[in-house]
Nanobody
Framework: QVQLVESGGGLVQPGGSLRVSCVAS????????MGWYHQAPGKWREMVAI???????YYKDSVRGRFTISRDLAANTLYLQMNSLKPEDTGLYYC??????????????WGQGTQVIVSS
């Protein structure tokens, strides 16, 4: 059974950093296209960063240079390091896994989300 469990969210001041994690089970991270998605309050969920099964990485323009997506194949875990956080980064962060390359689709497998609040 495929399961994605996120953790690491919390409250952080503007300019601060957080790292969120996603532990995968039921499949190997190396065999999926994996990504992090952000849902701001009252808005649709959007792709933030994705890493293909082959290791190619893509970022949403607004986070490039501040966020880093990575994976630990031995731990079967996906990470998102978020630096220089801004209030507009506030929201739920979801982990996503897919067997097909469709980064703007709601298909595939999703975690339950972890809350990030950027506020002073």
């Amino acid at each position: 059974q495929v399961q994605l469990v996120e953790s690491g969210g919390g409250l952080v001041q503007p300019g601060g950093s957080l790292r969120v994690s996603c532990v995968a089970s039921g499949f190997a991270v190396r065999n999926r296209h994996m990504g992090w998605y952000h849902q701001a309050p009252g808005k649709w969920r959007e792709m933030v960063a994705i890493i293909s099964a082959g290791g190619s990485i893509y970022y949403k323009d607004s986070v490039r240079g501040r966020f880093t997506i990575s994976r630990d194949l031995a731990a079967n875990t996906l990470y998102l390091q978020m630096n220089s956080l801004k209030p507009e980064d506030t929201g739920l962060y979801y982990c996503h896994a897919d067997t097909e390359w469709r980064p703007h689709s709601e298909l595939g497998d999703w975690g339950q989300g972890t809350q990030v609040i950027v506020s002073s």
